[in-house]
Nanobody, 132 residues
Framework: VTMVESGGGSVQAGESLRLSCAASTWAVTKYCMGWFRQSPGQTREAVASIASDGTVGYADSVKGRFTISKDTVGNILYLQMNNLNPEDTAMYYC???????????????????????????WGGGTTVTVSS
């Protein structure tokens, strides 16, 4: 299984971007999936999740601005990012968890800063840069 992100770029604060994650097999988008990001010098953090039943979750830092969705026919995961700010600058990764533990964990505990998750597959990342 391969997962390839696209849609990153350089924008001004307040602007929007939509990230896409294309999966090589139809099965991937039917599982628990998530978007993560890593800023220079920081640990990778989860920002959004979408479970197999479509239940979504968000880190507090992006809630109300980011929207995760998936196209199970086209095997694509999306992250719509609105009202971007410089703190959103990072490499963004999509990931799939066939076991579902990631989605279960964040639904119960929320998105804990510094938490790590054992995902099944990762994409290679796409860069988002937001200038003020």
């Amino acid at each position: 299984v391969t997962m390839v992100e696209s849609g990153g770029g350089s924008v001004q604060a307040g602007e929007s971007l939509r990230l896409s994650c294309a999966a090589s097999t139809w099965a991937v988008t039917k599982y628990c999936m998530g978007w993560f990001r890593q800023s220079p010098g920081q640990t990778r953090e989860a920002v959004a999740s979408i479970a197999s039943d479509g239940t979504v979750g968000y880190a507090d830092s992006v809630k109300g601005r980011f929207t995760i969705s998936k196209d199970t026919v086209g095997n694509i995961l999306y992250l719509q990012m609105n009202n971007l700010n410089p703190e959103d600058t990072a490499m963004y990764y999509c990931a799939a968890d066939f076991g579902g533990k990631f989605c279960d964990t964040v639904s119960v505990r929320g998105f804990v800063k510094g938490a790590t998750y054992d995902m099944t597959y990762w994409g290679g990342g796409t860069t988002v840069t937001v200038s003020s």
